[in-house]
């Protein structure tokens, strides 16, 4: 999956600062495949912390920003001005910054959720829909060679029909009240002013919300939601307990947690139709659990015999050799940078390029939104927005 | 747990001829620690087919019935009559036939569910009450020790407050409407007049159920369930999604299927409070993983280091040699035996003796109507009948 | 499995009294199928300490013996005397008293390694052979039903020509001088006089090398075997690491521990040839791993698609449901069963009925051997005694 | 783990072109913490082939060599020239590529096993200490976060003394003569002269060796091997058997193996001593399990509780995130960054810096040599070159 000889692509960055996760994760996984160069970025709206993480990371101070309308707007002027730009702030930021650099056709590539809110996430569709730029939403886990494999499975009909989905993201790291001693993580991602109303059915229910629908392909119909805050004072839940129908008669259930112990980040997806089942899970992400009815279950590994062309395009090294969460969130880089030539070039995006969209990003917050609204009102059942 | 020296209890059975599954099984669990010796029984309505049954087994064709109640009266007078029943038809069953028993004084050791339908249960509650005997229920996976294990530590607080209660128990063996093929395992199962207005709900949900209360300790305050019958034909759900809501806030979710290809009979229970988290698979019996938050989940086994006294009482022999799902139903025979042994002697049950009551019957059938009721109302939260 | 009408065989015991270990899994073993009754038994050498532990077990007092010598006499001439007789005493009593037994015609189910030493070893088989009753050898592994299978797996050439035999048997309850504490198990077990001059090697080295041949089907040609004593103060090797030629040109390694602290009864068979692989291991016995070369590994389990005529002949009940160690054990008794029914009735023992002989048991004593002479020459190749 | 703002060293690479395979993983390794940049070449010795591997990777044509030797002295002389090389070539090029770079002061970072040959090796140790360079071996398990952890647990002693070292390297990948199908893997690393008289032993044996060497600290007194071709027609092992005795006492067994299906690189490593156990296992790099005698086992994780400052200092991503095998090499070559960079400002190479070197190298070569010396006399113990 190497860069074949095209040049890399000229990126920027908003957010991912000194005292960021996520912003580093997404600097490995653009160098990973080599298909882009970090050129610009606003690390932060102070000044000196910007230029701080910007020169750890070797920047030209000039392109260093502490505005991101600024950088838009400069960056579009300059000749080798940056091609694409990642967000990687706060969800309630993602949609400030991503239309400044939409409408100036720079190529957005935005951390999940896609906003904090259901009418930014709106607005959102509409900045992409309104910009020539290309828009991809780091759903990341749909990166992994063997979540390749399951929806190429699932579409080609080796499930038969669907019946069930059993999706799950149980995590730990805040059972207790993290966000009270000055952990900047937990601060935001459990403040509703900048994470979204939704606490683990944002911060990691979209993702297992997601990871199902990549998968399976089915369309939300309904859902009943019962999320608890189990921490006393969190003002967003912890624990969310799903039940979902999808157009056509399938049922599911999805659990995601922050208070569950000895959970890391397990996210867990099964599906199960007619003719089989599956089974993946994030921390396991080299192998996917086949089982034909009637037949013994069979471990498909990345790289091996039974996995397709789906995964094998995504594949860097030899089976028995694992690709991890950088790897998974590397081919989504890869993905972007691939749609971006094309685009470049005048045409469409391949087919077999595969990355989350912003029309994905609205459904998840649609869908947080959903089960906060379902929650709100006891625990009915609602339809998520259109 | 070998018998000391005090004789086998006599023991009746009622079902379990030849064409069925779980009768074998009683009479395997029954043996193994040898408190009780098979005397009597009435195999089937059909005399030829009791009888074939008895002498299989070399039971004293005299004491080879072919009429329940005919069975309880004559045993009752017999001078070396059955001192215990193992009541193993198919529900519908099982309160005609222990009400017989119990008027007359014979203990009775049922299989679950306690009945088809609610009020059947109610009045096998009241047959018990009035009756001097004592009336054991095999939800045979409360016998695992492990279980035992899980169920003490979270006693004595080692997990804090509960919070969040995960239990699933898919099967794939239904997937295909077996029922239509002569399969009488599958026919019986599927007939809402024997089995109840539950399908997999009553014949693994009720197990998921009552493990999850057996652990956990905590009484179910309301539920919300979305049953479905995949299988076009089916009288009763194949499938079920439920979530819980505990007394004192603890959340749950309960899954059952029986068209989910690739489980066999992966009943998982996990557990977690503020201090810390168990699970638990049916199919790897002899392993508990306890993960106490801020610190490495721990592998506890069976009859190793950081198995306690609960776990030890129920344990035959040294780690790592598995006992598997005949130990754990043996150990309700051994614990019935105990408490027999008990009431013969006008002692109390000892408080260490433990085994699923009438009342635990009672509840997992309201639960059962519970969830069929909350999901003919669309899925709606209901109250289980107290 | 259960007995189907003939009648309950007449069992006595030797050894097993109330500190032993093994004698209650032998009684537990032979109870599980009803296909035997304990009636008769010489618990101790010491009467007050037999008839206490036959007391335990309900056993009339006439037919509790302290002298096996004593008891084979009586029991042959008893009109309802024993058939068969369990030996379960330390390795050094087996053959004085299955002799005994042996040459008044009574069946002999004999513990494991057949004798302390090679020469008894011999005698043993000499007694066997002059005898007309029947020998089994409770190498119980070969009681599971996918070690079953994977024997048959072998023999029907799924694996093509064998190449690698990778086992092992790693505990860890030697780790400290546990015989100098007065626990008795280990007390004998690292007693050259009483368990012979292997220690791991014997005690479950023996097992492992049972279990490579007994699947395999191979023949062992030479040996190279470094034992170790890493205890002070150990008279016995407690860590065996043994390379192994079979005739045929198959390669194999067996290594047995006492001292590997997290190993429980990790006891582990892989076996290879040019066409696939197979893994087992005692603690998950109900599964089955084969590996067909090029194409992705099949988890094959008890009771479910994937297991054949060989595994399902000793299978109990359905798939999920976990069989264990008693189980397995058991199964060496219901064979045993068969062989002494058939022999009753004149025929040879059926083709499918399958146990470890006085043959097998000779040739384990033989493997200890050499790996004690290879050993102390310094670790040099050897071939055992045939 | 990010560069901090000194600049990227310029990096070469000999070997590597379009259709090698290590190559690809250096390169990503090297990018991934983004302390190296790749700026010259010497891909194949045919210059197109090379000049087009050059392209494919974006280098200036002026910098892209058909000849190391060349390469070596013209990059020496350029201002901005190489401060570093990579040697991917098969191993009979290692020596003389590295030996033109070491002896112009060129850091080498070279693939293992150092050479084919011991005879080079000897000249390689010598070649490195001659040179001002610095020498870094890519045996990459090494730099696996739970590999640092066990190391460091074992030299904090929390094993107690150790005993007993089990590892293997399975693969089944020449289960049949694939190097007579033009596979070009296949075909040098079965061929003697390119790859050296070691197969499986030398391809992956010797990452299992110094694998067990890193984490142990155990230094190798004496082995006996039994290697095997057991493909008709291959000309070096494809299975190796040893016994290892280690200097103190600890006894060892080595497995590799390229013909057991079902193994992909099957790397596992367990290590026991007087007070635990520890068992890693390469498919499953981010845990480790730890079993203190006595105790339940437990499993550390990377970036979690129980991993401690060794494996933090090369962790990049939370917990239940996995980090795979690219990341493993990656943290070689930021050591060799690390090392670099001390190195250019004079100063000694920090003592958490770590990283295989070229005595490690020799010593994977002496065990090669030895293991072919034991198992050509016939499999008789030996002591590897000094």
């Known amino acids: 999956m190497e860069r074949q000889n095209a040049g890399r692509i000229r990126l920027g960055m908003v957010g991912g600062g000194r005292d960021a996760f996520i912003g580093g994760v997404h600097r490995m996984a653009a160098r990973l495949d080599d298909q882009f160069e970090l050129v610009a970025g606003c ?3 102070t000044a000196e912390k910007s230029q701080a993480s910007g020169a750890d990371l070797g920047l030209d101070p000039d392109r260093v920003y502490d505005d991101f309308a600024d950088m838009a707007q400069r960056e579009a002027r300059l000749k080798q001005g940056i091609e694409a730009v990642a967000i990687v702030t706060p969800n309630h930021m993602h949609y400030p910054a991503a239309r400044e650099f939409l409408k100036r056709g720079i190529h957005v590539i935005c951390d999940k959720p896609l906003t904090a809110a259901l009418p930014e996430a709106k607005r959102m569709l509409q900045a992409a829909q309104r910009s020539e730029a290309l828009f991809i939403l780091t759903h990341n886990y749909s990166g992994y060679p063997m979540v390749r494999q399951a929806r190429e499975m699932v579409a080609a009909g080796e499930l038969g029909q669907l019946r069930v989905v059993q999706v799950e993201y149980p995590q730990d790291w805040l059972t207790e009240a993290l966000e009270t001693t000055g952990a900047k ?3 935001w991602r459990t403040d509703p002013a900048r994470s979204g109303a939704g606490g683990s059915i944002g911060d990691i229910g979209t993702h297992a919300y997601h990871l199902a629908g990549f998968v399976s392909g089915l369309q939300l119909e309904a859902l009943c939601a019962d999320l608890q805050s189990f921490v006393p004072g969190r003002r967003v839940d912890d624990n969310a307990h799903v039940l979902l129908r999808y157009v056509g008669g399938a049922r599911g259930m999805l ?3 922050q208070v569950a112990p000895g959970n890391e980040n397990a996210l867990r997806l099964r599906v199960y139709g007619d003719k089989g089942g599956l089974s993946w899970a994030q921390e396991e992400p080299n192998t ?3 089982s034909p009815f009637g037949e013994p279950p069979r471990r498909l590994t990345r790289g091996n015999a039974g996995a397709g062309a789906a995964a094998a ?3 860097r090294i030899p089976a028995g050799h694992p690709e991890g969460y950088l790897e998974g969130f590397a081919t989504l880089y890869t993905e972007a940078a691939a749609a971006i030539r094309a685009h470049a070039a005048g045409a469409p995006v391949p087919p077999e390029v595969i990355y989350p969209t912003v029309e994905d990003g ?4 649609a869908f947080v939104e959903a089960c906060v609204r379902s929650s709100d009102r006891g625990g009915v059942w ?3 927005a259109a």
């Open 185 to 187: 993580q937990a601060e």
């Open 313 to 315: 395009r995504v594949t």
């Open 43 to 45: 690390f932060s709206a």
């Open 255 to 257: 659990w995601s947690s």
């Open 362 to 365: 609205l459904a998840g917050v």
């Open 288 to 290: 996917l659990w086949h």
């Open 382 to 384: 609602v339809k998520p």
